[in-house]
T-cell receptor
Framework: GQSLEQPSEVTAVEGAIVQINCTYQ??????LSWYQQHDGGAPTFLSYNALDGLEETGRFSSFLSRSDSYGYLLLQELQMKDSASYFC???????????FGKGTTLSVSS | DTEVTQTPKHLVMGMTNKKSLKCEQHMGHRAMYWYKQKAKKPPELMFVYSYEKLSINESVPSRFSPECPNSSLLNLHLHALQPEDSALYLC????????????FGQGTRLTVV
């Protein structure tokens, strides 16, 4: 089966940089995705890495190392609105749906 | 239009009631999903529809019955639910089976009394 590990909570101040790590064990691997979810809101897609390396999208970057079964989400120039839950996710064994990690709650203070 | 629309937003139902949750997308996506999310937990996969056919049922109790009338619509029929079924029910869609980016609806907050 698929399993993912990520820290349960991270705290930071505005303007700081935060890295949320994710390690995974999968039967079949297609790529690692990251989703953001604000309280009461829907999960929204942030990034996807299928190959090793860093993907940058504005203030957010995501990294993948397939050999280490490891990835991270890097959030720069943190803002209060970045306070949310962040989930890493992989496809299920059949590659037909997302399986989510337990999520990391990020709290950004001023 | 990159929206997945779910109705109703909130639903309170008794354990003997029958109700349905609805989900609609007009992005031409051929895969649609139901997830269940409890507070402070990740979304848990319930069902996957691919090209309007049920492809995955993650051992969900029969009191939950999915239906995909066409490629844009997904329903979840509820009957004889238990209080522990109270949760946020999320619908999602994606381009195809290999799921890179999924679009989620805002969810239906279900309370079973």
């Amino acid at each position: 089966g698929q399993s993912l590990e990520q820290p349960s909570e991270v705290t930071a101040v505005e303007g700081a940089i935060v890295q949320i790590n994710c390690t995974y064990q999968t039967s079949g691997f297609y790529g690692l995705s990251w989703y953001q979810q604000h309280d009461g809101g829907a999960p929204t897609f942030l990034s996807y890495n299928a190959l090793d390396g860093l993907e940058e999208t504005g203030r957010f970057s995501s990294f993948l190392s397939r050999s280490d079964s490891y990835g991270y989400l890097l959030l720069q120039e943190l803002q209060m609105k970045d306070s949310a839950s962040y989930f890493c996710a992989v496809s299920n064994q059949a590659g037909t749906a997302l399986i989510f990690g337990k999520g990391t709650t990020l709290s950004v203070s001023s | 239009d990159t929206e997945v629309t779910q109705t109703p937003k909130h639903l309170v139902m008794g354990m003997t009631n029958k109700k349905s949750l609805k989900c609609e997308q007009h992005m031409g996506h051929r895969a649609m999903y139901w997830y269940k999310q409890k507070a402070k937990k990740p979304p848990e996969l319930m069902f996957v529809y691919s090209y309007e056919k049920l492809s995955i049922n993650e051992s969900v109790p029969s009191r939950f019955s999915p239906e995909c009338p066409n490629s844009s619509l997904l329903n979840l029929h509820l009957h004889a639910l238990q209080p522990e079924d109270s949760a946020l029910y999320l619908c999602a869609s994606s381009q195809g089976q290999l799921n890179t980016e999924a679009f989620f609806g805002q969810g239906t907050r279900l309370t079973v009394v």
